[in-house]
């Protein structure tokens, strides 16, 4: 429609880039919750700040939106520095975990909110609200009353509120943690529409690792006040740069491991050939080998194992096994797998570039 481009075109002319530039945090004056953040937001980039409980993430959103006022450090938009703006003078739009959405109000005048703290008029407001209902594909719902919507729906008129006032940073906390597991995969994919459609730079903070594996543009992974890995979700899940990371971010086989060579090394399954071993580990330095349980083969090929069956779960498009090689335990992911019995002796094998080799 053409409502939804015309409100593309604006938000898209008004996205900015966000600067975050050595940012430190503490709350009690001795641990830091920020310890030196850096990161580089790239205007209608759809970014995450990915963690667990307790690794920032939330701080930093809050620091970017101005509830907070970090230790040291600064944020920009643009080249303007906002550290010590407050929020309301930032021209941020926010989604919170709750939704925060007024039962009292229709669909429309809760979209309207914003606009009417701006003063904006009243034929404006109309025509804002009504691009907004179409941009997140509720027209027609504007009189509704919350009570009447589903978590969805509900869910979409919070991210229209935020859109509405046409902000150059969108920031969504945690937005679909109310939701069922299947509204949440649904959702997803809608919200990372909307962002692109509107062309806005936004800032999701999340501790689920399917959500922003299947969203993201970039992911920054968190870890106790530090940003443990920076990168896009296929480089965090193949090419992960600790042992933590490839922990967080999707399953994983992780063995110890000894290196031999440039392109070898030694597991309690084994000796596996990689394609490259880490500058900073020297031959006989111990590391950590990371196979993803989908990268394990059955069947002959490279890096071949002998293994056992011990187990698993048939899940109709794929089997995911226990197995044994020696002593050792691994998991394997199976697509279209063949009716299999616990004792069964296999084959597995590895590709080099899924053998991956870290430092820690």
């Known amino acids: 429609p053409r ?13 900015v880039a966000v600067s975050i530039r050595s940012v430190c945090k503490s709350y009690d004056g001795r641990t830091r919750v920020l310890d030196g953040i850096d990161l580089e937001v790239a205007a209608g980039e759809l970014f995450f700040l990915l963690g667990g409980s307790g690794c920032g993430k939330t701080t930093l959103l809050r620091t970017v939106a101005g509830f907070l006022t970090p230790d040291a450090g600064s944020v920009h938009f643009d080249a303007r520095d906002v550290t010590k703006v407050p929020t309301e003078q930032r021209d941020i739009g926010m989604v919170f975990q709750n939704y925060a959405l007024w039962p009292h109000l229709t669909v429309a005048e809760n979209i309207a909110f914003g606009l009417d703290v701006r003063r904006i008029e009243k034929a404006e407001k ?4 009504d691009e907004a209902l179409a941009l997140v594909e509720l027209s027609g719902y504007g009189a509704r009353r919350i009570a009447e919507l589903s978590g969805g729906q509900q869910q979409r008129v919070a991210l229209a509120r935020a859109i509405v006032v046409r902000p150059a940073v969108l920031l969504l906390d945690e937005p679909l943690s109310n939701l069922d597991a299947r509204l949440r995969t649904a959702m997803r994919s809608e919200i990372r529409r909307v962002c692109k459609d509107a062309g806005v730079t936004a800032l999701y903070v999340t501790h689920d690792q399917a959500e ?10 968190m870890d106790r006040g530090r940003i443990a890995q920076l990168g896009t979700p296929r480089e965090l899940y193949e090419r992960p740069a600790s042992r933590a990371v490839a922990e967080f971010v999707g399953e994983a086989n992780l063995l110890p491991a000894t290196v031999l060579a440039r392109d070898r090394v030694r597991t309690a399954a084994g000796e596996l050939v990689t394609s490259l071993v880490p500058v900073a580990l020297a031959i006989g330095a111990a590391c950590t080998v990371c196979v993803r349980p989908e ?6 090929g490279p ?7 011990d187990g698993g779960s048939f899940l109709g498009a794929s089997g995911h096994w226990r197995v044994r090689v020696g002593d050792t335990a691994l ?15 296999l084959t597995l094998s590895i590709a080099p570039d899924d053998v991956v080799v870290l430092a820690s």
């Open 3 to 15: 409502c939804v481009s015309a409100t593309a075109a604006t938000l898209r002319r008004m996205a």
């Open 126 to 129: 109309t025509k804002r609200v």
């Open 212 to 221: 922003a594996l299947s969203t993201a543009d970039r992911i920054a992974l």
């Open 295 to 300: 990268r394990v083969r059955i069947g002959v």
């Open 303 to 309: 890096n071949p194992l002998n293994a056992v069956l």
């Open 331 to 345: 998991t394997v992911h199976e697509a279209a797998p063949p009716l299999r019995a616990p004792g069964a002796a």
